[in-house]
């Protein structure tokens, strides 16, 4: 029954953050101020995970093709699927869960600690709207932060491969782009859409309704990271089973 409530209080959250709108001017300016916060500040961990995470898969692939018969060109075929189908969608979704959630969760619920959000609705302002709608906002470019790290998690794979010997320049071009579904990004990138509400939204959860003083702000950010992985990781094969069965 807990959890029961804690979903229905999800939902109101989401009823409550589309109503009552802030005026445009501040709500827009509260938008760039999350932009740069959730999204710019997030590229340089992104591309990090992404290059080494890419490097990794074509290492792991070459390893492993002990069968001569195997062209090498299936290194990058193996890379390419693993990057855009999971990698830099799923796994630096459950990366950002820890920096972005934790993040959202503390900023609020010290707001909460504070008493910041009882002056909101005192001077007659949607808390909700004014803390939460501009980071959903903002959060609709988490794509392009996941595009790049697909880019960045190939490039980390093609260089590992033929600066490592494993594979040529050329076998790895070949099998980079040998058939290529487009239906892939399509698919990649409506889970990352996905990922960017649910990261926007269940930190905010649990540090606007979260209880008690400092300590518990530490508390409320690891159970924000805890559901916000576990729910992505349902959403992700929920979503593979819908799109790619």
Same mark, same amino acid.
């Given at each position: 029954?807990?959890? /029961?409530?804690?979903?229905?209080?999800?939902?109101?959250?989401?009823?409550? *953050?589309?109503?009552?709108?802030?005026?445009?001017?501040?709500?827009?300016?509260?938008?760039?101020?999350?932009?740069?916060?959730?999204?710019?500040?997030?590229?340089?961990?992104?591309?990090?995970?992404?290059?080494?995470?890419?490097?990794?898969?074509?290492?792991? #692939?070459?390893?492993?093709?002990?069968?001569?018969?195997?062209?090498?060109?299936?290194?990058?075929?193996?890379?390419?699927?693993?990057?855009?189908?999971?990698?830099?969608?799923?796994?630096?979704?459950?990366?950002?869960?820890?920096? *972005?959630?934790?993040? @959202?969760?503390?900023?609020? $619920?010290?707001?909460?600690?504070?008493?910041?959000?009882?002056? /909101?609705?005192?001077?007659? @302002?949607?808390?909700?709207?004014?803390?939460?709608?501009?980071?959903?906002?903002?959060?609709?470019?988490?794509?392009?932060?996941?595009?790049?790290?697909?880019? #960045?998690?190939?490039?980390?794979?093609?260089?590992?491969? *033929?600066? $490592?010997?494993?594979?040529?320049?050329?076998?790895?071009? #070949? $099998?980079?782009?040998?058939?290529?579904?487009?239906?892939? /990004?399509?698919?990649?990138?409506?889970?990352?859409?996905?990922?960017?509400?649910?990261?926007?939204?269940?930190?905010?959860?649990?540090?606007?309704?979260?209880? $008690?003083?400092?300590?518990?702000?530490?508390?409320?950010?690891?159970?924000?990271?805890?559901?916000?992985?576990?729910?992505?990781?349902?959403?992700?094969?929920?979503?593979?089973?819908?799109?790619?069965?």
């Amino acid at each position: 029954m807990f959890y /029961l409530d804690d979903i229905g209080r999800y939902f109101l959250m989401l009823k409550g *953050v589309f109503s009552r709108m802030t005026k445009g001017s501040v709500i827009r300016n509260l938008i760039f101020k999350e932009i740069d916060d959730l999204i710019i500040g997030s590229l340089g961990i992104t591309v990090f995970l992404a290059f080494f995470i890419g490097a990794v898969v074509a290492i792991q #692939t070459a390893l492993n093709l002990t069968n001569p018969l195997i062209p090498k060109k299936l290194i990058a075929f193996a890379s390419r699927q693993s990057v855009i189908l999971e990698f830099a969608p799923t796994f630096i979704s459950v990366i950002m869960a820890g920096k *972005v959630g934790s993040f @959202i969760t503390s900023s609020i $619920g010290t707001m909460r600690v504070t008493e910041q959000i009882d002056a /909101l609705e005192v001077m007659g @302002i949607n808390s909700l709207n004014y803390l939460v709608f501009p980071k959903i906002i903002a959060m609709l470019m988490y794509p392009f932060v996941i595009a790049i790290a697909m880019f #960045t998690g190939i490039c980390g794979a093609y260089i590992a491969g *033929v600066y $490592g010997g494993f594979v040529s320049s050329t076998d790895f071009l #070949t $099998g980079l782009r040998e058939e290529f579904i487009p239906y892939h /990004l399509v698919y990649a990138f409506i889970k990352t859409f996905l990922y960017s509400f649910l990261l926007a939204t269940i930190p905010s959860f649990h540090g606007y309704y979260m209880k $008690g003083g400092a300590l518990e702000v530490g508390k409320a950010s690891t159970s924000a990271f805890v559901w916000t992985t576990v729910v992505i990781i349902i959403t992700n094969y929920v979503l593979t089973q819908l799109l790619l069965s």
